[in-house]
């Protein structure tokens, strides 16, 4: 009977046994299964969305620029003449002249700039003669110019990204320049006012209508050039300015424009423009104060450049703000207008 009872105890303790083994394979192979399938499905779909998109970016068009004649630009390293189409010519003028992570409408006002110089350049008759048939220098005395390879030797691994952003700028205002009665501007540009732009004569001789002080307070929050100090010896000065100087500061005497810069400068019984100044001792601005400290000159300068024209960090304060372009060039060439090639060089074209 014990016998029994054991046998029918077995038996009843192997059938739940069984129910549940079985019951956990078919949870081991079915429900794995219905987790992966709609998941294959996603992955699948997925691969074919990355795919698509591969395809979009290896198909995308480059930026075009279209250029109507080229710039034969006289490299002073090499006296070589290099020959450029103008849309690439300005390009690197601006990869040059301006940082590359100013803001895109900056650039764009740099790029206008630029081409507009050249074009009012080419279309003068009385322009000096150059090497080789070039148009310009690559030097300030025009516009800095810095081919491909020495762009890459400065930038290094940014190089793409600048000169694709730099491009970007130029080809949203190809064949665009700034005008004035229908004629390209001298459209002058600087790195950094001391608060205000110059008037064109309080600096060089003529006046031009639309280079005309205006104030340009962005300046001084975000250029790391608005302040420089230079400091001079007695015997510096004498040598530099050929003069003859006491030890006293009283021997400066200075009047200034209406953008604050230095007019004049008496000094040690010599008068001399705030420009002559500023060339002999190599200041970054004409806008300057002097003090005496011990047997020293200080010169503290505000500002960097001539001062005339468009500020390069004034332009990227006003982008910063939302500006256009346009807006940017319209406030600091004052009553100018933006034209086209077509439009307002048609005799340049014709000889090109």
């Given at each position: ?9 077995l ?20 429900i ?13 779909s ?36 290099e ?9 690197h ?8 992570d ?12 630029a081409r507009?110089?050249?074009v009012r ?24 110019y ?23 700028a130029?080809?949203a ?10 004629e390209?501007?001298t ?22 209508p ?28 004498e ?8 030890e ?8 200034r424009t209406?953008s604050?810069r230095?007019e ?19 200041l ?26 468009m500020?390069?960090y ?17 406030y600091?060439?004052?009553g100018?207008?933006?034209?086209t ?12």
């Amino acid at each position: 009977m014990a016998r029994w009872q054991n046998k029918q105890s077995l038996t009843n303790w192997k059938l739940p046994t069984i129910i549940v083994i079985s019951t956990l394979l078919t949870l081991m192979f079915i429900i794995p299964t219905l987790i992966v399938i709609p998941f294959t499905g996603d992955d699948s779909s997925q691969a074919s969305v990355e795919t698509e998109t591969a395809s979009k970016t290896t198909t995308e068009t480059p930026i075009s620029l279209e250029s109507p004649f080229d710039v034969h630009v006289l490299r002073s390293e090499t006296s070589e003449v290099e020959q450029i189409p103008l849309e690439e010519y300005v390009t690197h003028v601006v990869a040059s002249e301006m940082p590359a992570d100013f803001e895109i409408e900056a650039l764009k006002a740099q790029a206008m700039a630029a081409r507009t110089f050249i074009v009012r350049f080419l279309m003068q008759e009385n322009k000096k003669e150059l090497t080789g048939g070039a148009d310009v220098k690559d030097t300030i005395e025009h516009q800095v110019y810095k081919n491909g390879d020495e762009l890459r030797q400065i930038w290094g691994s940014d190089y793409h990204w600048k000169i694709d952003k730099i491009t970007e700028a130029v080809a949203a205002t190809q064949g665009e320049i700034i005008t004035y009665s229908n004629e390209p501007i001298t459209a002058s540009f600087f790195s950094t006012s001391n608060g205000y732009t110059e008037n064109s004569e309080d600096y060089w001789e003529g006046e031009l209508p639309y280079l005309r002080s205006v104030e340009s307070p962005w300046d001084e929050e975000i250029s790391p050039k608005f302040i420089d100090q230079k400091i001079f010896t007695i015997a510096d000065l004498e040598e530099k300015l050929d003069i003859n100087l006491s030890e006293s500061v009283k021997d400066f005497q200075l009047t200034r424009t209406e953008s604050k810069r230095v007019e004049t400068a008496a000094i040690g019984g010599t008068t001399f423009s705030g420009r002559d100044i500023r060339d002999l001792l190599q200041l970054p601005s004409s806008d300057f104060t002097i003090t005496k400290k011990d047997d020293h000159y200080v010169f503290t300068t505000k500002g960097n450049g001539h001062g005339v024209g468009m500020s390069q960090y004034g332009a990227n304060g006003m982008a910063q703000e939302g500006k256009t372009y346009k807006e940017i060039i319209e406030y600091y060439y004052k009553g100018v207008q933006v034209s086209t090639l077509e439009k307002a060089t048609p005799t340049l074209l014709a000889k090109k």
